[in-house]
T-cell receptor, first 113, second 112 residues
Framework: AQSVAQPEDQVNVAEGNPLTVKCTYS??????LFWYVQYPNRGLQFLLK??????LVKGSYGFEAEFNKSQTSFHLKKPSALVSDSALYFC???????????FGTGTQLKVEL | NAGVTQTPKFQVLKTGQSMTLQCAQD?????MSWYRQDPGMGLRLIHY???????DQGEVPNGYNVSRSTTEDFPLRLLSAAPSQTSVYFC???????????FGPGTRLTVL
């Protein structure tokens, strides 16, 4: 089955430090990968996507993600974390012949002063 | 643009009752979808539509029906509510499947 996995339920980072939220995927063919963020009591917001091209994808709010085909990973990164980045982050992959978005279980990011 | 709107925001049902969750978008998006969010399980796709008159099942379709008579609206019907359907429901839309999806604010449903 095509899927994504987020191995960490929670990531804690000090403000100003770099952050990484991990995602690995399992798909046949070329993956279409996404990152979304959810703030408390809100719907999800799109951060970035990888379809093809450069392995380093830049997105909203200073986030970027690195696509690594050999490691089947698509980790989300930010050079300097902010307290306001604290939220729930979801990795997702397009499956079902390109018609369905399958989400990971989410990683809670907590950025502390 | 209002974006994606969902009504109601909160709903409490008794087991066996039926109801319709409303979803509308004003961005002329072809693709619309319904998800449910449960703790520790992420979002799971219930049903989706690639255009007016076309719907298909997602990962967890049992107990839910959808229709897409217009581009703008994509209602989700619970036929006979069960406690297992207690969840937060999100509607989303996009121009096409590989575009970014815009999510509504969600409906928190409790089934007693």
């Amino acid at each position: 089955a095509q899927s994504v996995a987020q191995p960490e339920d929670q990531v804690n980072v000090a403000e100003g430090n770099p952050l990484t939220v991990k995602c690995t995927y399992s798909v046949s063919g070329n993956p279409y990968l996404f990152w979304y963020v959810q703030y408390p009591n809100r719907g999800l917001q799109f951060l970035l996507k990888y379809i093809t091209g450069d392995n380093l994808v830049k997105g909203s709010y200073g986030f970027e993600a690195e696509f690594n085909k050999s490691q089947t990973s698509f980790h989300l990164k930010k050079p300097s974390a902010l307290v306001s980045d604290s939220a729930l982050y979801f990795c997702a992959v397009l499956t079902g012949g390109g018609n369905k978005l399958t989400f990971g279980t989410g990683t809670q990011l907590k950025v502390e002063l | 643009n209002a974006g994606v709107t969902q009504t109601p925001k909160f709903q409490v049902l008794k087991t066996g009752q039926s109801m319709t969750l409303q979803c509308a978008q004003d961005m002329n998006h072809e693709y619309m979808s319904w998800y449910r969010q449960d703790p520790g399980m992420g979002l799971r796709l219930i049903h989706y539509s690639v255009g007016a008159g076309i719907t298909d099942q997602g990962e967890v379709p049992n107990g839910y029906n959808v229709s897409r008579s217009t581009t703008e609206d994509f209602p989700l019907r619970l036929l006979s509510a069960a406690p297992s359907q207690t969840s937060v429901y999100f509607c989303a839309s996009s121009f096409w499947q590989d575009n970014e999806q815009f999510f509504g604010p969600g409906t928190r449903l409790t089934v007693l």
